[in-house]
């Protein structure tokens, strides 16, 4: 049975070798036979640029491709995180890479994808800082930096982010119903599916008149996975474990 897998916030980092692990197995065991990999943002904690070619990114790559080749489609979309992935990863693995808010016909359903960020409107001074490093003119001059300065930059931003994050109420990092209800409409979609907020669930609501559901995909663990398995027979959430 035809089978598509959306998965995110992986968040793969080389302190982090179980959750690694879990997700080598993922591809290995659970994703091939799929006809799509989703991977909707967020894949390793950092990406600073396709030309570090550092571990566990080599094992990761060399098992992506081995998906892709075995006759899976794999999509992946930006995240906070990693944004910075670009095509030369794309041609190392088969990913393509998809945009941010990006629509398709799920079995017979419009359906819009989505990290999640864009939607957390209530986050003023995270949407300012969003903007400010995803302006191309942003982005090449980061790029021209040596890596040690790269990754210097990417550690003060992390530890910047993290003291933030801390003195934020709950509530400003979660998405804005009104914003999920806008893009949804502009799209005009009664489905939509994203992860960011590591806030797991279906959120059932009325649009225009009509049932409309938001899904959240879960943030990777060391010892389990949920993943979002859609078919024919519609949508289900599906956990994942080690070996």
Known sequence: MAETLFISDLHLSDDQPETVQLFLDF???????????????????????????IEPAQRIKIALKRLYDSGSRILLMHGNRDFLLGEQFCAQTGAELIDDP???DLFGTATLLMHGDLLCTDDLPYQAFRRQVRDPAFITQFLSRTIPERIAIAQEYRAKSGEATSLKAAGIMDVNQTT???????????????????RPGRHDFMLSGEKSSRFVLGEWHSDHAEILVASPKGLRVETIKPV
């Open 27 to 53: 591809l290995e065991r659970r994703a091939p036979g799929a006809d799509r990999l989703y991977i909707l943002g967020d894949l390793f904690d950092a990406w600073i640029g396709d030309d570090l070619e």
């Open 102 to 104: 990006t629509q398709i």
């Open 180 to 198: 999920v209800e806008q893009y949804m409409e502009n799209r005009g979609v009664r489905r939509l599916i994203h992860g960011h907020t590591h």
